[in-house]
């Protein structure tokens, strides 16, 4: 269903806030199906666990118990990327058609542009690029104890529940605070916008 109204809004224009918030959330028989993958750690991220119970990463995420991950709508997204500017380094992954790429350093500002609908990012951080927040489904915050260690990030999802990309804390940050109160901040400001998922 979720791939029928993305593809009406493609053809009509809409956005990616006109869909409705549940279609992105587990429905129980879902919910059930993740939290016996999460039952005890490690566990594998919500981007993992998606290709392995053929369903995408929203209702993944949507469905991990606890303080683990946390979720907004897309419509959130300037004041995570306002907080994701404040760590001082991260790591972005993309992963798009089998590759991974990873790209370490800290987050750039960026501002609206005046004659796009796209999010212009400053590009003097190494990292640079013009995003369509429009087009968000929603954002997660993700904690978890991954079979490397801890997995500390945000993720952000299209309107059909698929990850685009995520920002993470780089390895080894368990053993930097500093680091791990930058992300306990985002996850605050992300736990304090609305929810996605009740």
Known sequence: ????????????????????????????????????????????????????????????ASAIAGKQVVGTTGAGFEAVWKSLQEWDDATVLVLKGGQVFEVHGRIPPGEPSTQSKFYNLKDDAGLGGHLRPDLFGAIYAVDLVGPEGPVRGVTFLDAAGEGIFGVYLPEGAGGKPALVADFEKTRAVIAALPRICN
């Not at 009509?12 to 993740?34: H, N, Y």
């Open 1 to 60: 269903m979720i791939r029928y109204l993305l593809a009406a809004c493609l053809l009509t224009g809409c956005a990616a806030a006109d869909l409705a918030a549940s279609d992105l959330c587990a429905t129980p028989q879902q919910a059930a199906q993740v939290q016996a993958l999460y039952v005890k750690a490690p566990v594998p991220p919500p981007f993992m666990a998606a290709g392995q119970l053929g369903i995408p990463e929203a209702l993944v």
